[in-house]
């Protein structure tokens, strides 16, 4: 790949995420004269980038952008919802390219066609005059449909200006020159001269008045048009049409598959034996070589076979590959791509971790000096003294060194909040709710990893508060509260992690119907969600199935519910809980790790070994004794902070012999399992520990209940659990 | 066989128009080609004997030897018989292509070509991957 390429790629992502963040300013204030530059000049930028690379339909696209954006600018039209649309529309296409871009450098099939409606529309958003492309052909245009295919072609997918120009017959007396002005039409794409009425006997022809009509298409738009046909707007009329797409258009997927026919067909041309024999090594290499321009390196061995056999098979064979896998041209860029993979990383953050090379390079060298030392017959007092200082500079560096390499991974979370607005207007606008969507606390750093398993649970929080929490206008002015409601986003560091928060002051979570619908999901008894306070009702949306609305709307009904949300943060080694008021609002919080290289645990010994769980899932840790411990029949539970929490051993849980000393009381893990506390017995508490968990291998990697091992400072090998499976 | 080409596939372009040849320089070399030029079919064969090219593009009438004669002695050289071939040329007429394709052409454009589709034409040819090398 070149290094210009793969720059155009990060930059024009760069330049159209700053775009879609000014757009969405300007739409809000459409006075905002910064963000109108701001667009203005990230369109333009980008706008040259393109038009380095062989991308027209890119950069017309971006030019139509950047002329609307001028007559905003210049108060020539005014920033419209629809306009906000289209414009949108075109950073979301803009966007779509720049992936296929970096997947094969080239942009779609359709693109031109794309373009041009993207083009068209935006005119029409601007209130041009009536620029709207006509659905059908109207009836003066009827010729258009019988424009020869071959010159269609020329059209063909693009949005063009049709005109009809009906010469008055002494117009040679004005000075006109009807085929003159016909030939300067600008972009002309088809021309036909035909008879305006049926020819007169010759001896009647007057060489003086025009027979003649004129019917052309152009790519110029009406207004060109009408500048240039300015002397004659009686005799000329206009109309703006959309020529459909032909099936083959010059795309490099179906220019590939026309290739492939070609080559068939030349495996079937006549000659002697001599010519026949070179023309199909030239078709077979032209083939290999179209396959691997086309990732079909897969095929190939296809086609070697087929080589060996009769003349034939090969014909067969390069026609079946022409069928090939053209239909799939667009899959390359729907598989998900593991985008950005590119990492920018901060040049301070860089530098400090040169720094401390640097010191380490410096404090290796103490090394050999102690070597030499030591063939000296120096004491060993002395050299242990040295040894341990040495020790203690590279250890410290050491430490630094693995933060300063932590930090570079780290990102802040803007970067999962910055599709957030987009999503809010959008979804607002289509449900037809007024809503206002605060962030905070996007400079919050965490991992890459972590921005990465937050992304969807986030959105998907968000858009359910836009569903299903937040009322419809009427609702609220009916319930007292402002019209516009507030979405708000949050994310702070707490203790070793990060929380975000997402909450709403919509209608809040009706625990009763949670529980209504647990049951008839068949997620808990009635019995149990009778059982259960409104706090732990509301926990049950977390449970697969379990849905907060009645109506399965578009937006939330999309198969990622809170069970899936959950999912993702508890992998991440975080966990979900849910507070909701009836009336004013929920809040649904997103406790994760810092980063996912390193795990904080919270050790515990049970039988002798040492086992850990992630900080993030630990409440508590209490010392019960034995008489607070309630039995029923074989459940235990016990009473924390007036709830009661159901008592689990972890001995039991892992097939290990009962604990026989003799104690007053239980060490009890409280942890949070999405929202069902679990106390937990161990043998004792030991020490926290950050480590860098290890997934099981091997034949290990089928056991059920393990997140992983790692090894301590000491040496001692630990085991991680993952608690749901264990249960 | 087949031609993992260096990462810049060398054109050979034989055209006797120079405004031509400069233009088809200018839309391969954007695509990522490198491209060698010779006037007529005589130069052609000497070019390409000289230096194997991945790919050749060829006018048809030049003097001294046009497209349709160079492309069949390239044909008859070992060396030179699996170079994949296109024929530009302004005849539009199937029995051009036909033409074209007997002498030993890959395929062939009616010039004007806009500059994607010979670009799109010469990575396909070449075996140039559209970014997955």
Redesign the interface.
Known sequence: ??TL?DQFVLESRELLEAAGAALLRLERDPADRVAVNDLFRALHTLKGATAL??M?PFTRMVHAGEDALMAVRDGQAAMTGDLADRLLDLLDTGAAWVDGL?????LPGDADARAQALEARLRAALGGPAESVEAGTPSAFAWVEEVPEAERAKAAGRTVTAIAYDPAEDCFFSGDDPLDLCRRIPDLLFLRVEAAAAWPPLAQLDPYRCALRFRALSGASKEDLARLFRGVPDQVTFATLAIPARAEP?A?AS??TA?LR??A??LG???SA??TA??R??????V????????RDAE?AVLDRAAEGPAEALVRCVESLADGPAAEADTPANAASPARRALRVDAERMDRLMALVGELVVAKGSLPYLAREAQDGRSAEALAQGIKEAHGRIDSIVGELQDAVLRLRVLPLSRVFDPLPRLVRDTARRLGKAVELHLSGGETEADKDILDILGEPLLHLVRNGLDHGVEAPERRRAAGKPEVAAIRVRAFQDGGGVVVEVSDDGAGIDADAVRRKAVARGAVTAEQAAALSDAEALRLIFLPGVSTSDSVSDLSGRGVGMDAVRGAVEQAGGRVEVASTPGAGTRVRLVLPLTMMVTRLVTVETAGTLYGFPVTLVTGMQRVPHGAIRRMKHAESVVVQDEVVPLLRLRRLLNLPEDERERKGEAVLLVDLGGHPVGLVVDAFRERADVVLKPMTGLLARLRGYAGTAVLGDGRLLLALNLRELL | MTEKSSPQPRVLVVDDAVTVRAYTRQVLEAGGFAVDEAVNGIDGLEHALAATPDLLIVDINMQKMDGYTMLRRLRQDPALQDVPAIMISTESKDSDREKALLAGANWYFVKPVRPDDLTAAARLLTGLCGGRS
């Open positions: 790949m070149n390429f690379f062989d027209a970096e997947d094969s450098q080239a010059a490099p220019l590939a290739m070609e080559q067909h030349i041309l006549p000659g001599e010519e070179a023309r090594a030239a078709v077979l290499r032209a290999r070589n179209i396959l691997t321009a086309e990732g190939q």
